[in-house]
């Protein structure tokens, strides 16, 4: 065994772009939750890791796991994140964790470093939502948290059924929904993440370590008015879906800003128009909106106040507004414990970082309901991200990958050390 060097930045950068480059047309990344680019992202992945000497399972949800053995069996260590994209996304949210899962299991290949316990190395499925409204689709089948019926309920735009969609690409929904990993198979986890935020930049920090992760309630609302001609119409006593939309989306903001509610972050990314004709006055309107918070009950207190408002709002104007609840998943603070070998990894290489909370919903939120988990943050240029312009240095991501390596080796020896307890006191009898 020789010692592991530090992560290759090159070589991290041309594995991290030769994944962006694997996109449909137009600008950013757009690799959506179980298409098939998707899956070739996944194999992609899964040939790395095979290079890098481990053992390839895909779990019925399509999360792709590679196990390193080590020295014994038992409960491994793990980490990685997600290969699926936004709409014209960038190429670090989810890659960034993955790459650097992958460098980690390429430089411990190298060094033919022997770990106490197998160290296992995932690709999440779906993890956005910005197909299905649901994120974190593989991550929460994985820890045994979506009913069958869920998978059938979630549909893209085209009208396709998160079940479809999985059987499409060679996975068993059924199979999916029933199929959890097992807590015990598992010691430990951290994900590594681009902040999606600017706290580090401003910090002028290149390491973030995660102790909450905030929570996500996402509503699809349809306003219905009356469709009519623009010119024979009368301005009084019109039912316009789209003015009474326009009036909902600015009251969402107007809920988040409101004092009482800090700490809430309220959006509309997507509205569709119907008819959709410049000399018809819009009949039916439908939008999304994504309600955020660090406080599980202000979240759903915040989305309860601006739907009330907004069906008010639309009463007033003659149009009828309904809603449809896509998802709701709490914040989570992160088990301290994790959290604190992820720090003292950093503490003992001198690395500055500072705790911070996670305004991006992860996979880390589902697999923790299964493993403790911890979160390592790489700073994103002013804090963009589900965007082209997504960026995070070579440095900073191999700086991130050299502290998640080490929080690994912290955890593996951690795990055999209990191992080593629980089975000496297997032998007092
Ligand atoms: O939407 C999110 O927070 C994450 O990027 N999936
Ligand atoms: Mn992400
Ligand atoms: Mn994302």
């Excluded at 409960?75 to 890659?95: C, E, K, M, Q």
């Excluded at 902040?195 to 920090?205: D, F």
Aim: glycine fraction near 10%; charged fraction near 20%.
């Amino acid at each position: 065994m020789t010692a592991v060097r530090p992560a290759d930045p090159e070589r991290l950068w041309s594995t991290l772009q030769t994944m962006a480059a694997m996109s449909e047309p137009g600008p950013g990344v757009t690799r959506l939750a179980y298409t098939t680019l998707e899956r070739a992202a996944h194999a992609r992945f899964a040939e790395w890791m095979a290079d890098a000497g481990c053992e390839i399972a895909v779990d019925p949800a399509g999360n792709t796991v590679a196990t390193r053995p080590g020295r014994a069996t038992g409960p491994a260590a793990g980490t990685g994140s997600h290969l699926d994209s936004v709409y014209n996304g960038g190429r670090f949210d989810g890659i960034a964790g993955t790459m650097a899962a992958v460098e980690v299991a390429r430089l411990l290949h190298e060094a033919g470093v022997e770990t106490e316990l197998p160290l296992r190395f995932v690709a999440f499925a779906g993890e956005e939502g910005a197909r299905f409204g649901q994120a974190c689709c593989g991550s929460k089948l994985a820890a045994g948290l979506s009913s069958r019926a869920e998978l059938d309920v979630r549909r893209d735009r085209d009208g396709v059924s998160l079940a479809d969609a999985m059987a499409a690409v060679g996975l068993d929904p059924d199979l999916a929904a029933r199929t959890a990993w097992a807590a015990e198979d598992w010691s430990g986890f951290v994900e590594l993440h681009v902040e999606q935020g600017s706290v580090l930049e401003r910090a002028k920090l290149d390491i973030g370590v995660v102790d909450l992760i905030s929570g996500s309630t996402r509503i699809e609302l349809t306003v219905t008015g009356q469709a009519s001609h623009t010119g024979g119409t009368p301005m009084r006593g019109r039912a316009d879906a789209l003015a009474g939309a326009a009036e909902a989306v600015l009251l969402a903001e107007q809920v988040a800003l409101d004092p009482r509610h800090r700490g809430t972050r309220a959006t509309v990314g997507r509205l569709s128009v119907l008819p959709g004709s410049i000399t018809t006055i819009p009949g039916r309107v439908t939008f999304s909106l994504d309600v955020r918070d660090v406080d599980a009950d202000r979240q759903r207190q915040s989305a309860a106040e601006i739907v009330t408002r907004m069906r008010a709002a639309c009463l007033r104007r003659g149009t009828r507004l309904e809603a449809r609840l896509l998802a709701d998943t709490s914040a989570v603070v992160l088990p301290d414990w994790v959290r604190n070998e992820v720090t003292a990894a950093a503490a003992e290489r001198g690395v500055p970082y500072r705790v911070l909370t996670s305004g991006a919903s992860h996979d880390a939120q589902m697999v923790n309901r299964l493993v403790p988990t911890a979160m390592i943050f790489v700073p994103s240029r002013q804090g963009l991200s589900h965007v082209p312009e997504e960026w995070t240095e070579p440095a900073q991501l191999a700086a991130g990958t050299d502290l998640l390596l080490a929080a690994l080796l912290r955890l593996d020896a951690r795990a055999a050390a209990v191992a080593g307890v629980l089975e000496n006191v297997g032998g007092a009898s």
